[in-house]
Structures are given as C-alpha cells and as structure tokens.
C-alpha cells in the first residue's frame, strides 16, 4: 500500500512565516489568514473570470467553461447536460516550476515503482 501525502495547513505556512520574521506564531497566524481569506474572496468575488499575479510565485485564474449539451453518466450512460460555470487554475511561476520539474531521482527521492525512470536497485 502506498505511503500518504503529507498535508501541510494554514498553521504549517504561518509557523514559516514566524521563523522568518522571527515572531511568534500566533502573532503571523492572523496575517496568514487574512492573506488567504483575501485571495479566496478576490476569487469568488470574480466577474466572472480574474487574473491574480503573485511575482515569484504563480497566478491564480477563475475561469469560465464551456456548457456541455451532451456529458454522459458513466454509471447509467444516461445523457446529462452541464451548464457552463467557473473553475480555478493555478499556473507557478518560472522560479516554482523550474524546482519542481527537477527529477526526483537527482533530489535523492525514492522514484514510484512503474515509472519510465525507475531502476530496480540488484542485491
């Protein structure tokens, strides 16, 4: 069975902000959360699409999507209609994206068993 993900919260990112600013953390956990608020109300609050640049580290997007007349159930193979909405993106920026598309093998990472990288270590 695999391994779960680690899940990083609200407090894990304002107990980093403590220790940059050298504060304590229930000084930052506030301001972390009003930041987060703000954004998540800039989003919903979108007509209906918005564009949310944040320098070095990526932008946010609410967009539209197009209505789908013919969607099919995949349990009852009915035919369903799905009226256009909005939905989110998110796209890093260069500085994210470069970091993150280094291959895990060269960051001393196990690779996932079936992967094209992946070599069965011979004992």
């Known amino acids: 069975m695999s391994e779960?993900?680690?899940t990083l919260?609200?407090?894990?990112?304002?107990?980093?902000?403590?220790e940059k600013y050298g504060m304590p953390v229930y000084k930052c956990e506030p301001w972390v959360s009003t930041?987060?608020?703000?954004?998540?109300?800039?989003?919903?609050?979108?007509d209906p699409e918005?564009?949310?640049?944040?320098?070095?580290?990526?932008?946010f997007e609410?967009?539209?999507t197009k209505a789908k007349p013919k969607a099919r159930n995949p349990?009852?193979?009915e035919t369903v209609f799905i009226p256009s909405r909005r939905k989110t993106h998110f796209k890093p920026s260069k500085k994210v994206r470069q970091v993150l598309q280094q291959p895990l093998a060269e960051l001393n990472y196990e690779v996932p068993e079936?992967?094209?990288d992946f070599v069965e270590e011979l004992s």
């Open 75 to 77: 349990k009852t193979n």
């Open 35 to 46: 930041v987060l608020e703000s954004l998540g109300e800039l989003m919903m609050e979108a």
């Open 4 to 6: 779960r993900i680690s």
């Open 114 to 116: 079936g992967s094209a």
């Open 62 to 64: 609410v967009k539209k």
């Open 9 to 18: 919260t609200k407090k894990d990112l304002a107990r980093r902000v403590s």
């Open 50 to 59: 918005v564009r949310i640049e944040l320098r070095d580290f990526g932008v």
